[in-house]
């Protein structure tokens, strides 16, 4: 009796696993063009005194603008990388446990890059200054808020992400849970985001190409998770 309820909780656990998988694809799938209709009708400031009126005018705009919601998406990122793991470790435990540890290390590394919140009050800040010290200084501080948001943290998780989704194809594309399209698709994402959106015109456009292979590759992890619980419900 307890080997069988020991059975229905790692069974009941693992569907949880694989449902929050589900969840969190299905979350940055649905980020993505929300995050591009953003960017479409309101691109980027090219100066910093440009982000501080955005932020001005409209604060939930310019957080967005700021990739607040690309910042949701990484958390979202984890629990896919978990299920991802939890999916892929019965057969060869390796791979998947250094594709999560480089894919949450990666993660770890971008949270600190988002400077959103300080930006939004940086801004505020700027509008209440009175005197022209108090304005340079809050310039060079967004500056340097905007150096971080696109300087070396940002392109280290770019990078580690990209080869955490190469290592979880290599782990996937020997597993029979996922089926091999799942895997290459996955893997041509990762091989795209090898060079991170910060590297010129280059890096932003294998960054946008990127996106199309991990749209795909969203769905299609959402599809094998969900014959993924079919068949543990089964067994």
């Known amino acids: 009796m307890e080997i069988q309820n020991s059975i229905e909780q790692q069974t009941s656990f693992k569907i ?5 998988g589900i969840i969190s694809a299905a979350f940055m799938l649905t980020m993505i063009p929300v995050q591009i209709i953003f960017y479409v009708i309101w691109p980027h400031p090219t100066t910093i005194i440009d982000w501080f009126v955005l932020f001005q005018n ?6 967005i603008s700021f990739d607040f919601l690309y910042l ?17 470790k019965d057969r060869n435990k390796s791979l998947p446990i250094f594709a999560l540890t480089l894919g949450l290390i990666g993660l770890s590394l971008y949270f600190p890059s988002n400077t959103s919140i300080e930006m939004l009050s940086n801004s ?15 310039l060079a501080s967004g500056q340097t808020l905007y150096s971080i948001w696109r300087g070396t943290s940002y392109a280290v998780y770019y990078v580690f992400n990209g080869i955490a989704l190469i290592l979880f194809f290599l782990a996937m594309i020997k597993n029979h849970k996922f089926r091999k399209i799942t895997a290459y698709i996955g893997l041509v994402s990762g091989i795209l985001m090898t060079v ?11 960054a946008l190409l990127s996106l199309i292979p991990w749209s795909i590759f969203s769905i299609l992890v959402i599809k094998d998770f969900n014959t993924i619980i079919k068949s543990t419900i089964k067994t």
């Open 16 to 20: 949880a696993i694989y449902r929050t």
């Open 58 to 63: 409209n604060w939930l705009i310019g957080l």
């Open 72 to 88: 949701l998406s990484m958390i979202a990122s984890i629990f896919l990388y978990l299920a991802l793991f939890f999916a892929l």
């Open 124 to 138: 505020r800040q700027y509008a209440q200054a009175v005197t022209e010290q108090q304005k340079t200084i809050l």
């Open 196 to 206: 991170p959106a910060t590297a010129g015109i280059i890096g932003m456009t294998m």
